[in-house]
């Protein structure tokens, strides 16, 4: 008896390849923008800037409670990373502030046709069915954003989010941790 490792290999690669790209298509996205003249490597002191008041939208989104978790987030991950946070009058380097947005977005999945036999009778009567039209729904698509604003010249020297990130579990100190976590794995080191 020989063992095929050619065919072991191949046919444990795919599910394997199919399942590492599923779960990367589930993997939220994280964007980032950069002034370029901007040297944040050069940052080592920050301050936290709690975010102008506006206008409640979203009760949710614009929360103190909400402010407290990202403010949380935001201070373990930066001194994980080095970085000694400061009073805002102690002259940090750079200032650390966030904003929500969401908007309603609508999905459609285009025309669709059906055909199904339903059975109502014991003696095999039913009838057909043939439903045809779009399945569109409507779900809300939030934003969440990390700045960095240069403590000298107190403009935005950096930024970066994640959209998609409104749901009944985003709000969670642990959905809260893993964003700022994401975004911030993105922000120049030291």
Known sequence: ?????????????LPVSVAVLALSACAPRIYVEQDKNAQPQAYHRYAWLSPT???VKDPILDSQ??????????EA???????????????PDFLVTYHTSSKEKVESSGASFSFGIIDAFPNGFGSVVVPVGS???SREE????LDVIDGQTKRLVWRGWTTGWVSQDS???????????QILAKFPAP
């Open 53 to 55: 008041p506006a206008p």
């Open 77 to 91: 991950a930066l001194a994980t990373r080095g970085y000694q946070e400061v009073a805002a009058d102690q002259g």
């Open 135 to 137: 399945d569109v729904r």
């Open 65 to 74: 409670i909400l402010e407290g978790r990202v403010k949380q987030a935001v």
């Open 1 to 13: 008896m020989s063992l095929d490792f050619k065919g072991f290999f191949t046919r444990l690669l």
């Open 142 to 145: 939030g934003t969440f954003m």
């Open 171 to 181: 709000y969670t100190d642990e959905a809260v941790n893993s964003a700022v976590q």
